[in-house]
Each structure stands twice: as C-alpha cells, then as structure tokens.
C-alpha cells in the first residue's frame, strides 16, 4: 500500500495521516488517496472467524480443547456455540481478548474455547460456530480429529508407558473431590511381623501414597507403648519412591520408619498415625505436575485455606490402621542366671588401655559388644573387680547402623579402675549371655582374663609432691569419710551398751512384692547419661515403663499414659505427681524421636524422675 503513496509523491501513508494538511494540498491526488484509504481499512475490517483444533491424534477419553478465532471482533457480536453432541462436555465456552500486529496493521481478535473429551476411538468432525456481526452471519469451518487409543498413543511415541500423576489433579465438573481424594490419597503402615518374642525387633513402616496436589501435616505420632524405639527413617531424610497400586502408579513417601524392641510379654498395639491433609484440583485444564509436600506441627497459612482462581481446595484427614503384635515370652528352660535381656547374636571382648599401672593411677578397662540385635536394652555387663582394686561406673560409646533391622554394630563399655595396692592381679572373665530367636536357645560368651601389674614407682613420686588425679582425691575423702563413719558406729554401740534398757520388741518391717527397685530400673539410664544419640532417653522411658508394669501390674495394650494416669489416680498419687510423670514422659519422647533436648539436661531430669518414682513406690497401694 506505501507503495502506491510513494507513486503519488508521499513518503507513506502514514504521513499523510500524520499531516493532513498534505492531504488537503493536492484535491485530486486527496480524492484518490481517499478511494485507497477506504478500500484499505474494509480490507482490514474483514471478518474471519477459525476453527482450531489441537494438533495431532487426541486419547480417547483424555480432554481436548477447541478454540474458535474471531479476527476483528466486535463488542456487540452475537456468538452461536455449535453442537458437540458427538463429544462429552467438560466445560466452555472460556472467552479470551487480545489483539495482533501484522503487515497488515492491528487485529482485534477474540478466543472462545471448549474442553470436551471424545469417548471412543475414530475420526470425527469437529462443527463450525458462527457469529453475527452488524446483521451479517460469519462461519468457520469444520475441522477434522483423529482419535486412538492409549495403547496406540503409546505405540507411537505419542504418550509415555508411564502414566502421568497431573490428570488426577483435574476436577471434572459434577465430580466428588473427597471420593477422588479416596482412592489417590491414603496411609498405610507395614510391619515385617505380627508376633516375637521379648527382645526381638519388629520394624514397623507408614507411608503415604498420592497421586495429587497435596500438602500433608502430621497431626499425630503413633505411641509405641510396651516397645523401646529405634528410628530409621523420619520425615526429615525426604525419602520418597514410585509404587504400583492396583495398576496404577503412587508416588510413595516414607513417612517414618522404625525398630520396635518389646520390653515384656503381651498383646500390644501400634497406634494410628494421624495425618490431615489440603489437596489442590484444578478445574481447569491447566498443565501442573503433582506434588506432594508433609510437614509436622504446621499451622496452614490464610492463603492455603482458601481456593484460588481455577483451583478447588479440599481438606481431609486420615490415619493409619491399629496393628497388634503379640510377644511371647522368652523360655524359662536354659535361662542362665546372669541373663539380663540381650536378645540377638553377640560376642564379646575386653582389653586395657595399659596393662602396667601404678599404684593410685587411674586405669581403663574396654569391654566391646559386637553384634546384631537389642542394643537399646543392653546393659553393662558385670565386672568382678579384685578386692584390691575399685571399679567406677563406665562410659557408654554406640556405632550403630539404624539402617539394619535389628541393629548392627558395637556398645563400647569403659570402665574407669584404680588400686592402692602394688601386685599382679587377675580380671577374670567377663560373660554376657544372650537369647538367640534363631535357634530358640540361650547362648553364652566370654572375655578372657585379664592381668593388669600395679606397682609402687609411681606412688613414692606422688608422694614426693606430684599432682594427684581427681579420681585418687575421691579415693582417699572416700577411706577419710569411711574411718570416720566405722569410729563413729562403734562410739555409739559402747555407749548405747551402757545405758541400754529392756525395751520392748518391734516388729519386722517386710518390703511389699510390689515395690519396685528404682535405683536398679534406672541404672541403664544412668549409664547411658553421656551416650550420644537418643538411647539414654530411650532408657529412662523403658525405665518408667518397666516402674509402672511393676507397680500397677499394667500390661500390653494398657500401657499407655491414659491407663498410667488412671493407675496414679486409684493409688492417690497428686496431681502434681500425675502431671510430673507425664511430662518427664513426654521430654522422652522429645529427645528420642526428635532430639530436641541437650545432653546437659539429662542429669536433672534422671534426678527428677529417681525422686518422683521413689516418692510413687513408697505409697502404699489402696486395699
């Protein structure tokens, strides 16, 4: 067109429009350029209406849209939506403006789409629509569609043997989201068994399968009461995996994964895992891969609670389903008499830091137990320390792999000694015994003896001014405090015998059966207060547990806090009480499964519960 201008001695047509007094200048060449002008802008003016129709094969039952163009739309157009009575219709019509710029000059254009789904396979004809503008009718044409199958799609290369989690995250008009929900977004727990015996692991899985938008908080643990607890997998080791679920594709996350060790003989449930759960559909056919998000203890925001524009959100809860698992105790046949729970294959080793010492200088004893099985529950084993030599409570080192089912690895016990008399002496050796599941029988294994040589060298130059270790000045305040006491105990008999007078027999004190032994319950605990990782709380759980059942005679699926605070009740223990114990319980609980607390905490809390469980064993039980 600018051609025709140029002929006419004008720059371009757009000059003109720009200058009209150059239009004006020249009547006859303005006559002619006006005769142009109009041919061109009804040219422009054209109406055209399209029928598009996405390219290639559609799926047979898998959405498709059809969009119909109107070039050089008019406000008032009047547009006839055609007949898709061949098709099922999912929704439409979606109308969209917009404008665009070719040689030709600006185009308004308008966009009016429908999403339908064709049933079968075959070729169809998609209709034209029409449009009435300024009393004229504009059509489209129809246009042609292949459709196949899903086998023929994948067949050729079209679509992916796998199918696509996205599609599931389509909500259909008129389709129940919550029966949607239903089958694409559950919980499962698995356990590799359902009956053992005291000792022996039980691993217990939760996942969560989904097939769709979700974002999922855990509202509550399971309790594992009557089990010492080893974690394998949490939430936070994002472990996740594709599973097949009745011919259809999950996307699968381990929730959590555990080792259960039994503590005592009975029926005992695994409690449901709670979990509450926002899914997000489209309602449009918007392209969106699946995804899934779990999350504990998160308060959704304002802006999750709400759907936004073209999505639907839904909330939905769910758990698992309760799992018994019977322990059978362990045979009484073969039990030997220092048996004191390990439940696995051990061995077990022992050697010293130096065999040479001197007199009051400190010496280390390492006894190693390696193996498979409970080391949660495994104790330090006994030491029959020569009566020259005084042994302290030992330290406790774990190398552990969780990712075995029972554990794998070592427990390293060192034990701190000392002597104040020079000689050669003898450790004899050290058993552990232990219940095999394998072949159902007790076995037990030993360290040798060890000889450790104490001599007099070093204690003439202690004398001689050297600085003595911590350990020796407890030593010696211990034989100082000791002397004393055995003086004063004997003061008290010569003068008690002199001014004794006939008194009148008392009678004897007698222990009730059912008070327990606090200090020896919470000796593994004690033990274990500078172990790294969880088992020291692990251990002062197993202990209030064990308190309880011997205390309360509670048992199997009635040990958990509801019948423990029952008990307490019954027995007049305090509130106070009552709530203490719960609490250290559920501090427990944190620092085992989320090791929130500080290894400078576990001293006062072991404290606090020796005082509170002695405090519950010393009251007498109601008739």
């Given at each position: 067109m600018n051609y025709w201008f140029r002929l006419l001695g004008h720059r371009?047509?757009?000059?003109?429009?720009?200058?009209?007094?150059?239009?004006?200048?020249?009547?006859?060449?303005?006559?002619?350029?006006?005769?142009?002008?109009?041919?061109?802008?009804?040219?422009?003016?054209?109406?055209?209406?399209?029928?598009?129709?996405?390219?290639?094969?559609?799926?047979?039952?898998?959405?498709?849209?059809?969009?119909?163009?109107?070039?050089?739309?008019?406000?008032?157009?009047?547009?006839?939506?055609?007949?898709?009575?061949?098709?099922?219709?999912?929704?439409?019509?979606?109308?969209?403006?917009?404008?665009?710029?070719?040689?030709?000059?600006?185009?308004?254009?308008?966009?009016?789409?429908?999403?339908?789904?064709?049933?079968?396979?075959?070729?169809?004809?998609?209709?034209?629509?029409?449009?009435?503008?300024?009393?004229?009718?504009?059509?489209?044409?129809?246009?042609?569609?292949?459709?196949?199958?899903?086998?023929?799609?994948?067949?050729?290369?079209?679509?992916?043997?796998?199918?696509?989690?996205?599609?599931?995250?389509?909500?259909?008009?008129?389709?129940?989201?919550?029966?949607?929900?239903?089958?694409?977004?559950?919980?499962?727990?698995?356990?590799?068994?359902?009956?053992?015996?005291?000792?022996?692991?039980?691993?217990?899985?939760?996942?969560?399968?989904s097939r769709l938008n979700s974002k999922s908080d855990i509202v509550k643990n399971p309790g594992f009461y009557g089990f010492a607890i080893q974690d394998m997998i949490n939430l936070a080791d994002n472990v996740s995996a594709t599973e097949t679920v009745n011919g259809k594709k999950f996307q699968v996350h381990t929730v959590r994964k555990v080792q259960l060790y039994p503590l005592q003989a009975g029926l005992f449930t695994i409690d449901p895992m709670e979990v509450q759960s926002r899914v997000e559909f489209s309602t449009s056919m918007v392209s969106k891969k699946s995804e899934q998000e779990i999350v504990e203890g998160v308060i959704p925001t304002e802006d999750e609670l709400f759907s936004k524009p073209g999505f639907k959100v839904c909330e939905t809860s769910m758990h698992t389903e309760p799992v018994a698992i019977k322990v059978n105790p362990l045979?009484?046949?073969?039990?030997?008499?220092?048996?004191?729970?390990?439940?696995?294959?051990?061995?077990?080793?022992?050697?010293?830091?130096?065999?040479?010492?001197?007199?009051?200088?400190?010496?280390?004893?390492?006894?190693?137990?390696?193996?498979?099985?409970?080391?949660?529950?495994?104790?330090?084993?006994?030491?029959?320390?020569?009566k020259a030599m005084e042994g302290f409570e030992p330290e406790v080192k774990d190398s552990l792999n969780k990712e075995l089912s029972p554990l794998e690895g070592r427990r390293v016990f060192t034990f701190r000694f000392i002597s104040n008399q020079a000689g050669t002496y003898t450790i004899p050796a050290i058993n552990l015994s232990f219940f095999d599941p394998d072949s159902n029988r007790y076995k037990t294994t030993s360290t040798k003896p060890i000889t450790v040589e104490i001599t007099e060298a070093a204690a003439r130059k202690l004398q001689a001014g050297a600085k003595k270790e911590p350990v020796l000045k407890k030593s010696v305040l211990l034989w100082i405090i000791t002397g004393v006491a055995i003086l004063a105990a004997t003061l008290f008999v010569v003068?008690?015998?002199?001014?004794?007078?006939?008194?009148?027999?008392?009678?004897?004190?007698?222990?009730?059966?059912?008070?327990?032994?606090?200090?020896?319950?919470?000796?593994?605990?004690?033990?274990?207060?500078?172990?790294?990782?969880?088992?020291?709380?692990?251990?002062?759980?197993?202990?209030?547990?064990?308190?309880?059942?011997?205390?309360?005679?509670?048992?199997?699926?009635?040990?958990?806090?509801?019948?423990?605070?029952?008990?307490?009740?019954?027995?007049?223990?305090?509130?106070?009480?009552?709530?203490?114990?719960?609490?250290?319980?559920?501090?427990?609980?944190?620092?085992?499964?989320?090791?929130?607390?500080?290894?400078?905490?576990?001293?006062?809390?072991?404290?606090?519960?020796r005082h509170l469980l002695q405090k519950i064993a010393d009251t007498p039980l109601p008739e």
């Open positions: 371009s047509f757009y000059e003109l429009l720009a200058n009209p007094v150059l239009l004006l200048g020249d009547m006859k060449k303005g006559i002619l350029i006006i005769s142009i002008l109009l041919l061109v802008l009804a040219a422009n003016a054209q109406v055209v209406l399209k029928t598009i129709v996405t390219e290639g094969p559609v799926i047979a039952g898998e959405p498709f849209v059809v969009q119909y163009v109107l070039e050089n739309a008019e406000p008032e157009d009047d547009f006839f939506q055609p007949d898709f009575r061949q098709f099922r219709f999912v929704s439409g019509p979606n109308t969209y403006t917009g404008a665009s710029f070719g040689a030709d000059g600006p185009k308004r254009l308008k966009n009016i789409t429908f999403t339908l789904v064709a049933l079968k396979e075959g070729h169809y004809i998609v209709p034209g629509a029409s449009v009435k503008l300024h009393g004229q009718v504009f059509k489209s044409e129809p246009a042609p569609l292949e459709v196949i199958s899903r086998a023929a799609a994948v067949q050729k290369g079209i679509l992916s043997e796998k199918p696509s989690l996205a599609t599931d995250s389509y909500l259909q008009p008129g389709e129940d989201p919550y029966e949607k929900i239903r089958h694409n977004l559950f919980m499962k727990v698995m356990v590799d068994k359902k009956a053992c015996v005291v000792g022996q692991p039980v691993t217990a899985t939760f996942k969560l399968y045979p009484e046949h073969g039990r030997p008499a220092e048996f004191s729970g390990a439940t696995g294959k051990f061995t077990i080793a022992a050697s010293l830091e130096k065999q040479e010492l001197a007199r009051n200088e400190e010496g280390d004893l390492v006894v190693t137990i390696e193996g498979k099985g409970n080391f949660p529950q495994l104790v330090a084993p006994v030491v029959s320390w020569p003068i008690r015998r002199k001014n004794r007078k006939p008194v009148q027999a008392e009678p004897v004190k007698i222990t009730p059966a059912n008070k327990p032994q606090v200090t020896g319950l919470l000796q593994p605990a004690s033990i274990l207060q500078e172990a790294e990782g969880h088992s020291f709380y692990a251990a002062l759980r197993t202990a209030i547990w064990q308190f309880s059942s011997q205390k309360f005679k509670l048992s199997g699926s009635s040990m958990n806090k509801r019948s423990l605070q029952e008990e307490l009740q019954q027995a007049n223990i305090t509130y106070a009480d009552q709530q203490e114990l719960l609490r250290i319980l559920d501090a427990c609980e944190e620092g085992l499964f989320t090791g929130a607390l500080e290894t400078g905490n576990r001293k006062e809390l072991l404290e606090e519960t």
